[in-house]
């Protein structure tokens, strides 16, 4: 069968619905982003900004990119990385937010879970999305159902979902790490073109001392070296301005993805928890 056949009838296909599947890429797993497609997407950012500062070359706004040495054009790169990032990781969360949408425990109001019905819900989760593992949601639903059809016990279920709820914790701030290295690495490139222009601008002072002993030619060479040293604090505007815009979208994806974490344990405390029935076996343990 087909994979098209199989999810034709199903609500959310991940498969279509991812935004790196839809570019040909693995599309990585919850909200994590693929290195490969973020970097592409980088790439392209990069070259269409330098393509764009082409007919401004006159400008001073190009020449800060563009006569500053290698270092703006890696702060551009991973400046665009970073972005391509965060922008792949808020379109993969709203894919995530979907699932919250939709009813798992049957509308019939007598029904209760217990392990002789996890069996209808699991069935449910398949007619909402084809798949589970790959929705934060629905995978951390599927591993406590898939223990309690196991172990028979209904009252350790709570702990189970709490225990995937702190891995699932985990997991999304793992996917972070790299945006949190170029935080750190975009100011601190824009530190290094600040101290290679000065090693510039003062071994030039340095060589017209060496060769001019007259006060005039002294000063008229000073006023050079003074415009270069404005000149190479530039890299450095230009590092904190990138890593400003990059620290304020992350805190905004990032507070938005702990809000949709709390949504998931709301849901699991509503939907699952407060749906179970203990088995006879658990009643007469607890007494």
């Known amino acids: 069968m087909s994979l098209s056949s199989k999810t034709e009838d199903v609500k959310l296909v991940w498969f279509r619905s991812d935004p790196e599947q839809k570019l040909m890429f693995r599309g990585g797993r919850f909200t994590r982003v693929n290195k490969f497609c973020s970097l592409l997407l ?4 990069t070259v269409l900004f330098f393509l764009i500062l082409i007919p401004l070359h006159s400008t001073y706004f190009a020449a800060m990119f563009t006569q500053r040495g290698v270092v703006p054009y890696v702060i551009v790169l991973f400046f ?5 990032i965060l922008t792949l990781k808020a379109s993969k969360l709203r894919l995530q937010r979907a699932a919250l949408k ?3 425990i049957p509308p019939n109001p007598e029904f209760v879970l217990s392990p002789s019905t996890v069996g209808e819900v699991t069935k449910r989760m ?7 593992r790959q929705f934060l949601l629905f995978n951390r639903i599927d591993i406590a159902l898939s223990n309690l059809r196991n172990l028979g016990r209904v009252s350790d279920l709570d ?7 702190v891995q699932d914790e985990s997991i999304v701030e793992s996917s972070y790490s790299l945006i949190n290295a170029f935080v750190w690495a975009i100011p601190v490139l824009g530190f290094i073109g600040t101290v290679q222009g000065l090693s510039l601008s003062i071994g030039g002072f340095g060589a017209v001392l060496a060769k001019t002993q007259e006060l005039s030619e002294i000063k008229s060479s000073l006023q050079n070296v003074t415009g270069g040293l404005s000149v190479a ?12 815009v990059v620290q304020l979208v992350l805190s905004f994806v990032k507070s938005k993805e702990e809000e949709f974490l709390d949504d998931c344990s709301e849901y699991c ?7 179970l029935r203990l088995t006879p076996f658990e009643m007469d343990s607890a007494s």
């Open 42 to 45: 980088a790439v392209i950012g």
């Open 126 to 132: 398949y007619e909402f999305v084809d798949e589970p």
């Open 80 to 84: 665009n990385w970073s972005i391509s």
């Open 269 to 275: 405390v509503r939907n699952i928890i407060g749906r």
């Open 102 to 104: 939709f009813p798992l």
């Open 233 to 244: 604090f530039e890299t450095t505007l230009q590092g904190l301005i990138a890593a400003l």
């Open 159 to 165: 702990e189970i979902l709490r225990s995937q709820g």
